[in-house]
């Protein structure tokens, strides 16, 4: 017991991570939301909207990495991939929280954006013609429940819950690949 060494904390390379993703995602993330916004309804701005998410969450699973990245040259130490899993897992659920906060500060700032980004898929979708009538009502009286939805706090916090879960395992992910390219000790 006395030859085994105390690594330091990895929480500063976890709030760095964090702080990173969250300030990046949520450009992008907004970036999109105002392309949208402020687009002429029509298939391309649903297909543009309909990536919103992928995009962010690609861009958002550089947290581990970084996180990671920065745990192993700062301290100049070597930790398993499991240990680059926690801290990648820890970096997402962090960042989730952060973006969620930025996300309604930004919410004072221009409180009518998700409303004009709602307008305009809502008017997309009115122009969509191979649906049928019957159905295109229901999925927009649903898309206007959801955006109304998204308001209230039961709906920031679901949004907050699935935001910690895919970032959490993105960055699980990409905290293991961290791990292995800059903590791993050398064959």
């Known amino acids: ?21 969250s300030v990046v995602t949520s450009i992008f993330g ?45 301290y100049d130490i070597t930790f398993p991939i499991g240990k680059g899993a926690l801290i990648g897992l820890f970096t997402g659920i962090a960042a989730a929280i952060m973006a969620t906060i930025i996300g309604q500060i930004w919410n004072l700032v221009d409180p009518g954006l998700m409303d004009r980004f709602g307008e305009t898929i809502i008017a997309a979708f009115e122009q969509a013609g191979n649906i049928p009538e019957a159905q295109k009502e ?26 910690m879960g895919v970032l959490g395992i993105v960055n ?9 390219i800059f903590a791993s000790e050398e064959e």
């Open 30 to 74: 907004f970036a999109l939301l105002y392309y949208v916004a402020g687009s002429e309804p029509g298939m391309g701005t649903l297909m543009i909207s309909g990536l919103t998410i992928p995009i962010t969450c690609l861009v958002g699973l550089i947290g581990g990495i970084i996180s990671t990245r920065h745990y192993a040259k700062t």
């Open 172 to 180: 699980l992910i990409s905290g293991m690949i961290g791990a292995k």
């Open 1 to 21: 017991m006395e030859n085994e060494q105390v690594q330091p904390s990895y929480w500063p390379s976890v709030m760095i991570g964090a702080i990173i993703v």
């Open 138 to 163: 229901e999925s927009i009286a649903s898309m206007m429940e959801n955006f109304e939805k998204q308001k209230t706090l039961g709906g920031i916090l679901q949004g907050l819950a699935i935001n």
